[in-house]
């Protein structure tokens, strides 16, 4: 009876050690973009209004927003 010299093991476990250095690539690549973007806010958060204007951020004012009147809110609260 022959045995077999090759064993799957070995194979398992490189297919695992390849997942797993995969896996931590793909977390490490998400905390370095995570990390770029919450650099670019912080730079764009600190710009002028004129330096907004220049590189073609909208402005503030450009934002849509909603006026309400002062006591409006209270008055929805009692509606409850």
Do not use: N
Not at 24 to 49: C, D, F, G, M, V
Not at 54 to 73: H, K, N, Q, R
């Amino acid at each position: 009876m022959a045995y077999s010299v090759h064993s799957s093991h070995g194979q398992q476990t490189a297919d695992l050690t390849i997942r797993f250095l995969q896996a931590t690539a793909r977390r490490i690549a998400a905390a370095e973009a995570w990390y770029r973007r919450a650099q670019s806010r912080r730079i764009i958060a600190a710009l002028s209004p004129e330096q907004m204007k220049d590189i073609g951020y909208p402005v503030v004012d450009d934002i849509a927003s909603l006026e309400v009147e002062a006591g409006l809110m209270t008055k929805l609260q009692s509606m409850r």
